[in-house]
C-alpha cells in the first residue's frame, strides 16, 4: 500500500567494505526524478548505518542488512509519515 524500496549495497568480498554508493530503487512510493532530495538523504542513512556497524566491528551481512532497514524505515516516517516495505540487498563484489 506504501510502496517499497530497495537499497542495493555492493561489498568487497575481500574486506567486506561498501565499495561505492547504494543504489535506491523505488516502486510505487516517490517518483525518484522529483525527489532527488529524497534519494541522497536515504543514502546518506544508509552509509551511516553501515559506518555504525563497522565501528561496532559488525560484519554479519543480516546484521547490517536489518541496521539498514531500520534506520531507513524510521527516517521514512520521519518525513513521509508513509510506512514502505524496505529491501536491503547486499552484493558481494
Keep these: ?7 542495493v549495497m555492493p561489498f568487497s568480498s ?5 565499495i561505492s554508493e547504494p543504489e535506491i530503487v523505488t516502486r510505487g512510493f ?3 526524478k522529483e525527489a532527488e532530495e529524497l534519494i541522497e538523504e536515504l543514502k546518506r ?5 553501515v559506518d555504525a556497524c563497522r ?5 554479519d551481512y543480516s546484521a547490517i542488512k536489518s541496521k539498514v532497514k531500520n534506520n531507513i524505515s524510521g527516517y521514512l516516517y520521519k518525513n513521509t509519515h508513509r510506512s ?4 536491503p540487498v547486499i552484493t558481494e563484489v
Excluded at 542513512?45 to 548505518?49: G, L
Design 1 to 7: 500500500e506504501d510502496g517499497m524500496v530497495v537499497v
Design 45 to 49: 542513512v544508509t552509509y551511516e548505518s
Design 30 to 32: 516517490i517518483y525518484v
Design 84 to 87: 514502505p516495505m524496505i529491501l
Design 14 to 18: 575481500y574486506d567486506h567494505c561498501m
Design 55 to 59: 565501528a561496532q566491528n559488525i560484519a
